[in-house]
């Protein structure tokens, strides 16, 4: 069984940082694709940023480039995401997302490539 487990959310101010965590279990990260997501209630789910594990190749919404840096740790089973320069606008509960072997892929950023999903942890951003 496939678990994700999402910590490090937290509230700061504009201009802050923090690092999201994504501890997995029951699932080894060689050559997957995983991601994160945010969410606003009443909003779709958006793909914040994605990496393949194989090859290393990461893709990252624009809102975010220059700012969030995602990033694993294959002796930790872990998954990252840097957030710097923190913005009101990043406010949202963040997923961590797992890839299954075998599933056809979309895009790195798209909620179909993915199988499993982490519960959420929020991040809240005060101007």
């Known amino acids: 069984q496939v678990l994700l487990a999402e910590s490090g959310g937290d509230s700061v101010q504009a201009g802050g940082s923090l690092r999201l965590s994504c501890a997995a279990s029951g699932y080894t990260f060689s050559s997957h694709y995983m991601g994160w997501f945010r969410q606003v209630t009443g909003k779709e789910r958006e793909g914040v940023a994605g990496i393949h594990t194989g090859n290393e190749r990461t893709s990252y919404a624009e809102s975010v480039k220059g700012r969030f840096t995602i990033s694993y740790d294959n002796t930790e089973n872990t998954l990252y995401l840097q957030m710097n320069s923190l913005e009101p606008e990043d406010t949202a509960v963040y997923y961590c997302?797992?890839?299954?072997?075998?599933?056809?892929?979309?895009?790195?950023?798209?909620?179909?490539?993915?199988?499993?999903w982490g519960q959420g942890t929020q991040v809240t951003v005060s101007s």
């Open positions: 997302a797992a890839a299954a072997p075998d599933d056809p892929y979309y895009l790195l950023l798209s909620p179909r490539t993915y199988r499993y």
